[in-house]
């Protein structure tokens, strides 16, 4: 099925008579513009203003209420219409506290963005993978001749991107913090990849995380496509909980049936639609398995939104990945270097290892609360860890009886130790596994660092 055009909107949306607005970062900013300039007047809460958001606020003329004590707080909750949290703000908030207290209702820049604007929307959630997804399905969608903007969890927040007149199709990378508090999210598309323990440093419980993905799917309108991983045991579980005949299912699986899957044609192993197979997985730019995951996913997503077969096997040919994620560096010396610092998870670093033949894993960081046991399903590929950062200790404890572990205490090291463990044919990944606060300010900063010094230390001959 394709999502041609949204009929006109019959929603109400959020009552936007006296807005409050927690969090005044990116999305905070881009929600209180268009606010402003739909007129309204919102109220904006900030526990800690810079003086480029004081000077922001004023130019816009609003109120700008810093740190308020649990008094000013509840005054501000009991004088709102409707609460729009920030995607930065943790479920611990006491906001939510003072909200539930008096009934008043959540809404996320999702949820403005659908009330003030009536085209086709592409929602993509999952806990790995979604802005890889997410920028290949746009890419698919512009070759095919339908202009698509990546929005939402990017540098360009949804309720922004409205304003540019010229775009078709929204491709939304749809984050659990802003699903979480969306009031009525009705994608023409949603799609959900995958799903594994993250983000309890902002989310309440696991469960709270779970229902802030399974959200995108909650509020659906009537030949609304769903697109599912049908190999992730929790999509599959939610799937089938999905009632009623009007929606559309496409499942994708790299493992077993589906509408969208690897089958054998001829000797060769090709990604297969509906219609038959359509791209052999030799010619695909990126061919791990979770980049076959999302291949399949993004040829499910992208023709449901419009695009062409043809606009999706271009995507996947000439994509080879975003910065940070798998980033392949070079070879030298027989050995390959590859930058996986966005994986700040063990899910992901499982994934991102899965498809090797000998790894020596670059692993460790600021500690995001999560168990490291998935780690030992690396042992093989994984022949030998270093391990890095503050949790250190955790990544030598799990796999200190499988393989040899070294410890390093700078990143420098961390790549000078594993030069001289690796031998030919081995691929030195730095797939942390936690986040990077210990030693940097970003999971980018990481991979920025780690790049620089593998390209200084071990491209010299």
Request: charged fraction near 20%; aromatic fraction near 6%.
């Amino acid at each position: 099925m394709s999502v041609a055009a949204s009929p006109p909107s019959s929603r109400r949306g959020p009552d936007l008579g006296r807005p409050l607005v927690v969090g005044y970062g990116v999305t905070g900013r881009s929600v209180v513009a268009a606010l402003v300039a739909r007129g309204h007047r919102p109220v904006v809460v900030e526990d800690r203003p810079t003086d480029a958001q004081r000077a922001a606020a004023e130019a816009l003329g609003v109120e700008l209420v810093e740190a308020p004590d649990e008094d000013r707080l509840a005054a501000l909750v009991a004088g709102a219409t409707v609460l729009l949290p920030s995607p930065g703000v943790p479920d611990r908030h006491p906001v939510f506290e003072q909200a539930g207290r008096v009934g008043l209702g959540t809404a996320s820049e999702f949820d403005l963005a659908q009330t003030w604007d009536d085209r086709p929307v592409v929602a993509i959630t999952g806990t790995n993978g979604k802005t890889t997804v997410t920028t290949m399905v746009a890419d698919a969608l512009d070759r095919s001749g339908r202009p698509a903007e990546p929005v939402g969890n990017t540098d360009v927040p949804f309720v922004e991107a409205i304003d540019d007149p010229t775009t078709e199709v929204f491709v939304v990378e749809s984050s659990s913090f802003r699903l979480g508090h969306s009031a009525d999210f009705r994608p023409d598309v949603a799609a959900w990849l995958n799903f594994a323990p993250d983000h309890l440093d902002a989310h309440a419980s696991l469960a709270d995380y779970e229902q802030a993905k399974a959200s995108i799917w909650r509020h659906l309108d009537p030949g609304a496509v769903v697109v599912a991983n049908s190999d992730d045991p929790v999509v599959a579980r939610h799937l089938s909980q999905l009632t009623g005949d009007d929606l559309s299912i496409a499942r994708f699986s790299i493992h077993g049936p589906a509408d969208w899957s690897v089958v054998e044609l001829d000797g060769r192993a090709s990604l297969a639609g509906p219609d038959g197979p359509f791209v052999a997985v030799e010619e695909l730019a990126r061919r791990q398995p979770h980049d076959l995951a999302n291949a399949l996913a993004v040829a499910a997503i992208a023709t449901a939104a419009g695009a062409t077969i043809e606009g999706v096997c271009g995507t996947l040919r000439s994509f080879r990945g975003l910065a940070h994620r798998l980033e392949y560096l070079g070879r030298w010396h027989d050995i390959s270097w590859y930058n996986d610092s966005k994986a700040t998870v063990p899910h992901a670093t499982v994934a991102a290892v899965g498809g090797f033949e000998s790894v020596v894993l670059i692993a460790g960081g600021k500690s995001k609360g999560l168990s490291f046991e998935p780690l030992r399903e690396t042992v093989p590929p994984v022949r030998a860890v270093v391990a890095i950062g503050d949790a250190a200790d955790d990544v030598d404890r799990i796999f200190a009886d499988l393989v040899p572990v070294t410890r390093a205490g700078s990143m420098l090291d961390a790549i000078r130790a594993a030069r001289a463990i690796a031998r030919a044919g081995d691929a030195v990944v730095l797939s942390p596994a936690c986040a990077s606060f210990d030693w940097y300010p970003n999971y980018v900063a990481r991979g920025l660092d780690f790049t620089e010094l593998v390209r200084e230390e071990v491209s010299a001959p």
